[in-house]
């Protein structure tokens, strides 16, 4: 069973960096695709960024030239390096994996607080 973990958020100003970790730490199975989500505050979870086994990126417009989403695949981590960051992306953030085996399966971690300040 896949078992992600985040890790790296915590409060930051205005302009300020952090980096985020997604790890699987329940198993061997392979991963396909994997991603970071996010839930503002009142606000439905959205796509921040996504790659793909070959390492290919794809990120939402309101991060794109600020974050930097990548993947060791050889120990099943994801980290998203966040630059520039501004009150607006305050958020939980998510990771999340597709199965390699099992496409329509689609593993969550449980979420870690980033929070800018102004």
């Known amino acids: 069973q896949v078992q992600l973990v985040e890790s790296g958020g915590g409060l930051v100003q205005a302009g300020g960096s952090l980096r985020l970790s997604c790890a699987d730490s329940?198993?061997?199975?392979?991963?396909?695709?994997m991603g970071w989500y996010r839930e503002g505050p009142g606000k439905q979870r959205e796509l921040v960024a996504t790659?793909?086994?070959?390492?290919?990126?794809n990120y939402a417009d309101a991060v794109k030239g600020r974050f930097t989403i990548s993947r060791d695949n050889a120990k099943n981590t994801m980290y998203l390096q966040m630059d520039s960051l501004k009150p607006e992306d305050t958020a939980v953030y998510y990771c999340?994996?597709?199965?390699?085996?099992?496409?329509?399966?689609?593993?969550w971690g449980q979420g870690t607080q980033v929070t800018v300040s102004s």
């Open positions: 999340n994996a597709v199965d390699g085996l099992r496409p329509w399966v689609v593993f």
């Open positions: 329940g198993s061997t199975f392979s991963i396909n695709d």
């Open positions: 790659i793909n086994t070959r390492d290919l990126p």
